[in-house]
């Protein structure tokens, strides 16, 4: 749609994220990444494709912040974020291993 600008569909982005449509992930860099799944969930981040892909844990939903981070203020939720390499990345990493 080359009639939207760049400044309209980040503005939406955000108010989606104000509403709680969707959430906006921590996966740094110069992008930002908005996720329409709202329910509570945690996310796998590769870090050599930038693939993420959501789990779901029990565990993790009921983690009990550090008291460091109590005394900071309230916590509200909690998405755990967790960085590797994926499988597709990580057969290539091996076929260019196994090639030299």
Known sequence: ???VSLDTVYRTLRLFEAKGVIVKLGVG???????ANISQHHHFVCTQCGLVRDFYDDQFNTLKPPRAVA???DV???YVELRGVCLKCRKKQRKVSHAG
């Open 29 to 35: 860099g110069d992008r930002a990444r908005f996720d």
């Open 71 to 73: 005394e900071m203020g």
């Open 76 to 78: 509200a939720s909690t």
């Open 1 to 3: 749609m080359p009639a």
